[in-house]
């Protein structure tokens, strides 16, 4: 048996890397699940389930051509790749392994993003509505912003605007825009009320997306090389900055850090690293990972009086620390960062491409989401005629009704064995 060759190793790190992405997504159904309470959790790993599918399917279906494929519109947008064909070519043993384990770790790291917009978007729109929100959005959004990054060579952030974004930050921002457009579009009161924070689920939870997310970013080099320790080694160092800041914040301000607030530090550190886990030296990323908490620890606490939610949290986190990392690298990147080339035209374009992003991806999802509220249905809120009156769907339902579903004009009785038939609310016993 001949020795591997360095393709080969590096198909394995990407391999490794795509499975570990997929497994922070599941992380972060169980994350959001137990911020929020046992039945949240449910809905969250559900969603997340349903959004990785969708996606998966039309990578397949061309989705990866147009994240990371040959041009379609020069720096917009790639054609579309049906079955990989460019990828797997016409013979399964005539495919390249590097190009396979590739394109199997991009189609993972749409799935994570995926995962955020459903997790968030899992306690307010009804399962087809959710499903068919991320199909239209992965199409409209997700590829063509993954372009911008994936495509090295053509993309409009790394080629024309010179943009500085290793592990694919501006896919990150515009998952949380376009969950916080959604969020806006469906109303405050619209989503299932929290219930009690579930420990044995954010732990498990926070663990697994810490780990998996650690793939993401060091999965995002693309090779085993000399760069891919120091990429590890940021990682971990600016989730432990991210992880201490946050429980010194809430140390401060609630005088008991908990093990929620541990896991959100280290995510904010790992998100804000994943555009610069190349570009910095070990110091640069320790302080980045602080600064990034510390920055979503005070926009989520402004953030929870508007009570729209525990999901809110992650959609916080997600725009602030990538906007935090993205900006960060203008400053002290090395070699092209204000501190070392004096001025600051990589800060500008960083800036201006976060910007674009959010702008283009909350607009989109919003008119999406309007779209679907006035066609399909999208939330899980009916609407009493005559009397403008909302009520949430009970619990006991197996999934939430769109809001065009008349409500029921006979309610049933509480069930203790039998149904309870042409029993109002008035004659129940007390």
Not at 69 to 97: C, F, Q
Not at 405 to 425: F, H, I, K, L, V
Request: a positive charge.
């Amino acid at each position: 048996m001949s020795a591997a060759t360095g393709s080969q190793m590096d198909a394995l790190l990407l391999f490794i890397c795509g499975a570990l992405t997929i497994l922070a997504a599941l992380g972060l159904a169980l994350f959001v699940g137990g911020l929020a309470g046992r039945e949240s959790a449910g809905r969250s790993f559900r969603a997340v389930l349903a959004s990785g599918a969708v996606t998966i399917v039309l990578a397949m279906l061309g989705g990866y051509g147009m994240a990371a494929g040959a041009p379609l519109i020069p720096h917009l947008v790639g054609r579309p790749d049906p079955g990989l064909s460019t990828v797997a070519g016409l013979h399964p043993l005539s495919a390249d392994p590097y190009a396979a384990a590739r394109a199997g770790y991009v189609i993972a790291a749409c799935v994570l993003v995926a995962a955020v917009v459903a997790v968030i978007l899992a306690s307010r729109l009804t399962l087809r509505a959710l499903m068919l929100f991320v199909a239209l959005w992965c199409v409209l959004v997700l590829f063509p912003v993954a372009y911008a990054v994936f495509a090295l060579a053509d993309g409009w952030a790394v080629d024309v605007l010179g943009v500085v974004d290793v592990g694919g930050a501006l896919p990150v921002i515009a998952a949380g825009a376009s969950a916080a457009g959604v969020v806006l579009a469906c109303g405050r009161g619209e989503h299932a009320p929290g219930g009690i924070r579930s420990l044995p689920l954010v732990a498990v939870g926070g663990a697994l997306l810490w780990v998996g997310w650690l793939g993401l970013v060091v999965g995002s080099e693309g090779a085993m090389d000399r760069y891919t320790p120091l990429i590890a080694i940021n990682a971990f160092l600016a989730s432990a900055g991210g992880a201490l800041m946050w429980m010194l914040v809430d140390r401060v301000l609630l005088r008991r850090p908990t093990v929620a607030s541990a896991f959100c530090g280290a995510f904010s550190g790992l998100v804000a690293i994943t555009p610069a886990s190349g570009v910095l030296t070990l110091g640069w990323s320790l302080l980045l990972g602080a600064l990034a908490a510390l920055a979503c620890a005070t926009l989520v606490d402004l953030a929870a009086r508007a009570r729209f939610g525990p999901a809110l949290t992650i959609c916080v986190i997600t725009v602030a620390a990538s906007f935090v990392g993205l900006l960060y690298i203008g400053l002290f990147a090395a070699g092209g960062g204000m501190v070392d080339s004096g001025n600051f035209d990589l800060f500008v374009a960083q800036g201006t491409a976060g910007t674009a992003v959010l702008l283009y991806a909350f607009v989109v999802s919003s008119l999406l989401a309007l779209a679907l509220r006035f066609t399909v249905g999208l939330t899980g809120v009916r609407y009493r005629s005559g009397r403008g009156e909302r009520s949430r769907i009970p619990a006991s339902t197996d999934g939430p009704v769109p809001s065009g579903t008349p409500a029921r004009t006979q309610p049933r009785g509480r069930r203790t064995g039998t149904r309870a038939q042409g029993r109002t609310a008035a004659d129940r016993p007390r």
